[in-house]
């Protein structure tokens, strides 16, 4: 959401609202990240993603939800 405040004796600085955590931020502590805008630097809620937490996310491979096979039948004469 876009809107415009003076702050710091700038007037008209845009200000967004961050994506995680809900509050907003003029132009400056806000950056797009994979689509969101997310809040960083001092005196924000550092919602950005650290560099190099995506990859990992990427390649971690997940069991996919199947039918359990049947057991086989067994026939033992004790």
Do not use: H, S
């Not at 967004?16 to 809040?39: A, E």
């Not at 809620?45 to 190099?52: F, I, N, T, Y």
Request: charged content about 25%; glycine content about 12%; hydrophobic content about 30%.
């Amino acid at each position: 959401m876009l809107d415009t405040r003076q702050t710091n004796r700038v007037f008209g600085e845009e200000w967004y609202t961050c994506g995680r955590c809900g509050m907003d931020y003029p132009r400056g502590k806000v950056i797009v990240q994979n689509g969101l805008v997310v809040c960083r630097g001092p005196e924000t809620m550092g919602c950005v993603d650290e560099p190099g937490a995506g990859p990992p996310r990427t390649r971690l491979t997940l069991p996919l939800e199947q039918p359990i096979d049947p057991l086989p039948e067994v026939v033992e004469d004790l």
